[in-house]
C-alpha cells in the first residue's frame, strides 16, 4: 500500500510570472505522483493580477489566505479576503486581482490537474 508524501513550501521552487506573482506546485503527477488533482499556493503582489484564462476541463478551488482583491468572471466580482473560497467550474473565463496592499496569497486545487501538473 502506498505511503502517504509531506510536501513543505519552503522544499519547493517557486515560479515566478508576470504580472508579478509566485506559485509553487506543492502536489501533482510530477511532485507526489498524484493523478487526479494538483494542489498549491499562489503569491499575487499589491496592485497585479493573476491575468484573464479559463479551463476548459479542470474545476478550481482557491482558498483565500491573506490580503484583498476580487474575483472577475464575465458577469460577476466575488469580493475576496481571507476565509473566501471560490468554486470555479469549467469553462469559464476569470481573473484574480490583487486589490489591497499586501500580498494575496490563496490556496488552489484542480481537478483534473492542468497539463502542465502530469509527467
Not at 13 to 18: A, C, L, M, P, V
Not at 20 to 35: C, H, M, N, Y
Request: net charge negative; charged share 25%; proline share 9%.
Amino acid at each position: 500500500m502506498p505511503s502517504a508524501v509531506a510536501v513543505h513550501i519552503k522544499d519547493v521552487k517557486g515560479e515566478k510570472r508576470d504580472p508579478p506573482r509566485v506559485s509553487w506546485i506543492l502536489v501533482s503527477e510530477k511532485t507526489v505522483g498524484a493523478k487526479n488533482l494538483a494542489v498549491g499556493i499562489n503569491e499575487t503582489a499589491p496592485g497585479s493580477m493573476v491575468p484573464e484564462h479559463e479551463h476548459g476541463a479542470e474545476e478550481e478551488v482557491m482558498l483565500f489566505l491573506s490580503g484583498r482583491g476580487k474575483f472577475v468572471t464575465e458577469d460577476q466580482e466575488i469580493p475576496l479576503e481571507p476565509g473566501v473560497c471560490v468554486f470555479n467550474p469549467p469553462g469559464g473565463k476569470h481573473k484574480i486581482l490583487n486589490t489591497g496592499d499586501e500580498v494575496l496569497r490563496f490556496v488552489w486545487i484542480y481537478s483534473p490537474p492542468l497539463a502542465g501538473h502530469r509527467k
